[in-house]
């Protein structure tokens, strides 16, 4: 017997790596590094290679969330609506289900930017494997086996890919 038909795609998106040596002052403000950048650019172009590329980015308001999003987004030319959601800074997967179920019908492809261990969570309750690792400025896709967003839940998606900075070749980076 096969699969459903896939009609929903989240891409869940760590925010790249962040700069601890930084001046900020508090955990919210804290800034990228310069390998955080790179990646999160990187990231971004190889999407646009990969595809998908979201109809919807839901991305926590921290400075690194946002500036992994905007870095990505600019690097691989997506013209995707853009929300900004304070209250996926210390999401748990409840709250993420939560933002999922809002979704619009009409939208195909979202992607989440955030934070661990959120991430790596809720993937693992979507998919029903289990993803200890989730780094930084990683992307996961899954696609769910349901047909609405509020339907997301336990084992109701199948993941599709799990992709790292560190595995992208120089090209995504510009180097080649």
């Known amino acids: 017997m096969s699969d459903p038909p896939i009609h929903k795609t989240i891409l869940f998106f760590r925010h790249a790596k962040s700069d601890w040596n930084a001046s900020y002052d508090q955990d919210h403000d804290r800034p990228l590094n310069l390998r955080g950048k790179r990646a999160a650019s990187a990231m971004g172009r190889w999407l646009t290679h990969t595809g998908p590329i979201p109809d919807l980015i839901l991305c926590s308001t921290a400075i690194r969330a946002r500036t992994t999003c905007t870095l990505a987004s600019e690097s691989g030319q997506w013209t995707s609506e853009i929300q900004y959601e304070r209250g996926l800074y210390h999401a748990g997967p ?38 200890k690792e989730f780094p930084t400025a990683s992307m996961a896709r899954i ?34």
């Open 94 to 131: 409840s709250e993420l289900f939560y933002y999922i179920g809002e979704v619009s019908e009409d939208i195909h492809t979202i992607m989440l930017v955030g934070h661990q261990p959120t991430w790596s969570a809720t993937t693992s309750i979507v998919s029903g494997q289990m993803i």
């Open 143 to 176: 696609d769910l086996l349901v047909e609405e967003w509020e339907h997301c839940g336990a084992g109701s998606g199948k993941l599709i890919w799990h992709q790292f900075p560190k595995r992208l070749t120089e090209h995504y980076y510009g180097l080649s």
